[in-house]
């Protein structure tokens, strides 16, 4: 069964730099620690064609969830939903669910005082323009609603860009769907320090170590050079039926690593059990 | 003239949520401060086949120029320059130049007592394996040289995943490139926080400010629900001709804008000149 996923993030503010993709990053670690294999991130800006043609570009590799962030909010550039729309050729339309969710809120934020008139503007209205066989999915923090949509086996879903908001979609609406597909599926990681050996001579351990161990992945992450000793992090990792067998054999692995790096005269300490 | 620029960056790490993508925001705020326009940043994993799909799908896009970063070092995932062929069609061969800086490298560490031998084992040796037809770029601060080759209208630069060492590469050998491209064209931006209105009562303010001074991006970009008042920063910038016309533009847009803000009982604070 494919677990793969695929993630887009879409805002102007990530391709000029103004804004660190700390969702990209908090996604795919979730998605990951969940069993499913994030295969691709994409960041585009603020245009439906360019949202367009990377979901339908995405669609074409067959991922079984697309997660996208950003642009659902009340402004112009809030363009992810009509690229979506375009994307699959459907239309946009206002859903009555998501309407509702909307007016509430604004109801809210009248009550809490945060504004004098709850009338649904026509950039509040916006939010509730959904492509057609959408659903909207509660948002706890924020206004825009999260949105759902299947195409042929591929789930879309549209999350939001402020951090807060996108998390809290995330955590009550997408982890369930993610549990059902992944069932007992684990990541499991772990990390060395190592001082004293060159990654150069690391190589030929970590090739043994992957040719002995096949479900393991063990990457080398040089620090910065200009300490007076080579140092690195091995990071070793996999993901396994279930978080007995992955744990088991990252142990393995690191025990027949650790051995081989103290025979070259290395030192090692463990970073994360 | 296009000035498009796309990133990918390249590192199973990414993908799996262990590594936030900071080398992506550096590039995209760098590139975009010399006056040219990333157009997409795509993250993939250690997988040839990945990275040549990638390559081979930017290159159809026809960008001035695509960065990449990580995957030039010794290990057996470090791929990047097998995937430029792949893509390319053309075939790996030694390239004598790459060779002389890494011996000269290794010759150095022995001499700073970081190793004991300098020999170009196969790991060491495999950093000068580059496609035809490419040149290396000197790396002033670790071992894997830069790359560069010319694909029809694109040049594709790689660089290493190590910031410091894909910083220094960039700073010394692709900011002349850059800088050539996009000749006195400069990046300008400002931000203002405001208080006191909500994103969807600022969105048709921006509508007007936008329509208005067509050269000018405004992106609203929301704090974190959950305080007291709406709160938000309002995002300005712009690519002009050369500084004097993107400050100005940028000026004539921050008092409009800043005026309607206040017409609707906002409070605003300038938070970048």
Redesign the interface.
Known sequence: MSTSVEIICIG???????????N??????????LGL??????????EIS?MSQ?IK?TLQRKPLFILTSGGL?????DKTLEGVAKALGCKMEVNSNALKMIEEKYQR?VKE???EKSEL????AKMARLPEGSKPLINP???APGVIIKHEDTTIIALPG????MIAIFEDSVVPLLKATAGDKT?F?TSLDVKGV???????L??QV?HDNPYI?V????S???E???HLEL?L?TTAENSDTARNRVSRALVQISELIKQKGGKIKLLKA
Not at 73 to 77: K, L, N, Q, R, Y
Not at 121 to 124: D, E, F, I, K, V
Not at 198 to 204: K, L, N, R, T, V
Request: charged share 25%; aromatic share 6%; net charge negative.
């Open positions: 102007t503010e990530l391709l000029i730099g103004k804004t660190l993709n700390t990209a990053h908090w996604l795919a670690k979730r998605v990951t620690s294999s994030v295969r691709r991130i994409t960041a585009v800006p603020d360019e990377v570009e909010g009340p402004t112009f550039d934020y005082g945060l504004i503007t026509p950039p509040r923090v924020g206004t402020v951090p807060s908001e990541f990681e060159m990654e150069s001579d690391i190589a030929p970590i090739d992957m992945y990457k080398s992450h040089p910065p050079t200009g007076k000793v080579p990071h990792s």
